[in-house]
T-cell receptor, first 111, second 115 residues
Framework: DAKTTQPTSMDCAEGRAANLPCNHS???????VYWYRQIHSQGPQYIIH???NNETNEMASLIITEDRKSSTLILPHATLRDTAVYYC????????????FGQGTELSVKP | EAGVAQSPRYKIIEKRQSVAFWCNPI?????LYWYQQILGQGPKLLIQ????????DSQLPKDRFSAERLKGVDSTLKIQPAKLEDSAVYLC?????????????FGPGTRLTVL
């Protein structure tokens, strides 16, 4: 599985967009980009995933660069409840197996 | 839909003692995972079950850790004997083949402290 690189921490003002970057320069053609988040004292929660097209759901948007070497998770209007560790993970969609978590980005949303 | 249930939520034991954790996955989910999360790190997979068969246990310290999922539903993870470095949160997750992206649903975890 390709390795990902994320900033250790980020701050965001409440109500503003939070843009979380992820580098995955060794991603393979059949590997997807997944995002999970983990709120303090809870288990990780799935957010979104994509292959090469941009994706949007009720939680977030995922922007993947054309060369697929990096991506950005966007929380359009961050709230205090979005304070969490965000994990960017790369794996094949047909792999019903393990998620390899890195250190993630600790996002702090401040009032 | 009920989520993944785990118990106990917290456990404190002394080193060399035994401990067991229980997980009840989402109904109908064939795949069950146990992860270990040490403070400050991301979760690490210990073992993955497909129904009642083991798919991946390459990261499970088999000299002290064991897990079973006898009827393909609930699962138990045991540590015997525990070491100080086993202090961590133990997360159970489940997934279904029919779920988009093989999304994994996680329980709240069991926080183990070994003294």
């Amino acid at each position: 599985d390709a390795k990902t690189t994320q900033p250790t921490s980020m701050d965001c003002a409440e109500g503003r967009a939070a843009n979380l970057p992820c580098n995955h320069s060794t991603i393979s053609g059949n590997e997807y980009v997944y995002w999970y988040r983990q709120i303090h004292s809870q288990g990780p929660q799935y957010i979104i995933h994509g292959l090469k097209n941009n994706e949007t759901n009720e939680m977030a948007s995922l922007i993947i660069t054309e060369d697929r070497k990096s991506s950005t998770l966007i929380l359009p209007h961050a709230t205090l409840r979005d304070t969490a560790v965000y994990y960017c993970i790369v794996r094949r969609e047909d792999q019903g197996g393990k998620l390899i978590f890195g250190q993630g980005t600790e996002l702090s949303v401040k009032p | 839909e009920a989520g993944v249930a785990q118990s106990p939520r917290y456990k404190i034991i002394e080193k060399r003692q035994s401990v067991a954790f229980w997980c009840n996955p989402i109904s109908g989910h064939a795949t069950l995972y146990w992860y270990q999360q040490i403070l400050g790190q991301g979760p690490k997979l210990l073992i993955q079950f497909q129904n009642n068969g083991v798919v991946d246990d390459s990261q499970l310290p088999k000299d002290r850790f064991s897990a079973e999922r006898l009827k393909g539903v609930d699962s138990t993870l045991k540590i015997q004997p525990a070491k100080l470095e086993d202090s961590a949160v133990y997360l159970c997750a489940s997934s279904s083949q029919g779920t988009s992206g093989n999304e994994q649903f996680f329980g709240p975890g069991t926080r183990l402290t070994v003294l």
